[in-house]
């Protein structure tokens, strides 16, 4: 029973972490505070909110996979920042992205 409580613990650590820097982003974006640093913008942005629970997940999860698969969404979706070569062909990289997900999930699921 411990075991289930420690998980549900960290489980609320990791999500209540994250809500709450996503809170203070969208506040200090509400009163103008990320439009005064450069890239501000890009903090109120699906793909940060991804690469921030990446971390945060890592940081505070036993089991980093969740983590891992946050991270990776996050430097996707922000692939123009990270790979700037890669910004002419990012609106291919999510359904690229969502079609190799879907075919390693076919091939490696479990037939009863």
């Not at 996050?74 to 002419?88: K, R, T, V």
Request: charged share 10%; no cysteine.
């Amino acid at each position: 029973m411990a075991a289930s409580s420690n998980k549900a613990s960290n489980d609320r650590l990791s999500y209540g972490i994250t809500i709450l820097i996503f809170g203070v982003l969208y506040l200090l974006d509400k009163l103008g505070f990320l439009n005064q640093i450069p890239y501000g913008h890009k903090l109120i942005s699906v793909g940060a909110f991804f690469l921030i629970g990446g971390i945060v997940f890592l940081a505070t999860q036993p089991k980093k996979i969740l983590g891992w698969i946050f991270l990776g969404v996050g430097i996707i979706l922000n692939a123009d920042i990270f790979f700037g070569w890669i910004s002419d062909y990012s609106n291919l990289i999510v359904p690229l992205g969502l079609i190799i997900a879907g075919i390693a999930m076919v091939l490696t699921a479990k037939k009863n």
